[in-house]
């Protein structure tokens, strides 16, 4: 079976993530099938890149995210965006929904900042 999970990269703590696919018998920095994002708890804001037509390409062949990576696929909202993708919506108009809000969230964080 294939999961969806983090696997840990980076120095001594200062850690950040990639969302890879793996076997689910394969250690946590072992053997991968594919990378398929990025993770870094430690910005302000975190910063999340996925390639979102990967993940749904794996989820629905059966891979299943790990409790930590559906946390994070929910944050960015892209468990709803699946979910309208298995309920037949067009995978283009769902990927530029998630650029817009991904470039929504770049100005915000701009301008956030006091």
Known sequence: MVR???RRVGLRKQAS???IAADKESPRDGKFLEILGFYNPRTEPSTIEVKEDRVFDWMSKGAQPSESVEKLFKSIGLLDRFAR????????????????????????????RD
């Open 4 to 6: 969806i999970r983090l």
């Open 17 to 19: 993530y990639r969302i």
């Open 85 to 112: 993708y298995k309920g037949g919506e067009s995978i283009e108009v769902l990927l530029s929904e998630a650029e817009a809000r991904k470039a929504s969230q770049k100005v915000d964080a701009r301008t956030r």
